[in-house]
């Protein structure tokens, strides 16, 4: 995988956990400069965790799904992304049934840095098919979702409601289209 491909891959993983950061800072404003650091880096160690973890899962099944790599890989994403699209969606319908936090605490970080990183899992086992070294990409996943964690607590300080639903469409979108580049650039290498 190339480091722009990876460099997409990170982009459209760390979306919802972007997402979130917008809506923690626009939600909480007491929220510390330290505390959005934390968050950020919780954020992070969990995206780039979560695809080893996939990883070294989809390796020990390796011999059996090599033919079909490209397909799971395809299906994966697609799925990955489409869900992304359908919850952002159904948020932008109906924005006042999306339930305001009361408090921040340690607890709501880890939960909500387990939650947008379960799709980075999938994700792991996908890259299993591919010619990856995953200690480099998980590690590079990881600090794309921090930055682009601080950036949105950054940006939910300044621009409010407007960001956080189309940061999580544009994740879809980007995970969506990896996927069927790969699916494309496999069918197109074996013809």
Not at 24 to 50: C, D, H, I, K, P
Not at 79 to 90: E, N, Q, S, T
Not at 138 to 166: P, Y
């Amino acid at each position: 995988m190339d480091l722009l491909t990876l460099f997409v891959l990170a982009l459209g993983l760390s979306m919802d956990a972007f997402a979130v950061s917008v809506s923690n800072s626009m939600a909480y404003t007491g929220l510390r400069r330290g505390e959005a650091a934390l968050t950020s880096f919780s954020f992070g160690v969990f995206q780039g965790l979560m695809p080893v973890i996939g990883y070294f899962a989809g390796r020990a099944f390796a011999g059996v799904v090599s033919a079909f790599d490209h397909w799971i890989a395809f299906v994966l994403l697609g799925f990955i992304g489409g869900k992304m699209l359908v919850d952002a969606m159904r948020e932008m319908r109906a924005p006042e049934q999306a339930a305001a936090p009361h408090a921040f605490s340690l607890r709501l970080m880890f939960l909500q840095a387990f939650a947008t990183s379960i799709d980075a899992l999938a994700v792991g086992v996908s890259l299993a098919a591919l010619d990856v070294h995953i200690a480099a990409a998980a590690a590079f996943i990881a600090c794309v979702t921090f930055l682009c964690c601080l950036v949105g607590h950054a940006l939910g300080h300044r621009f409010g409601a407007w960001l956080g639903t189309r940061a999580q469409i544009f994740g879809g979108l980007i995970l969506v289209g990896i996927g069927v580049k790969i699916l494309v650039e496999h069918l197109i290498s074996n013809q």
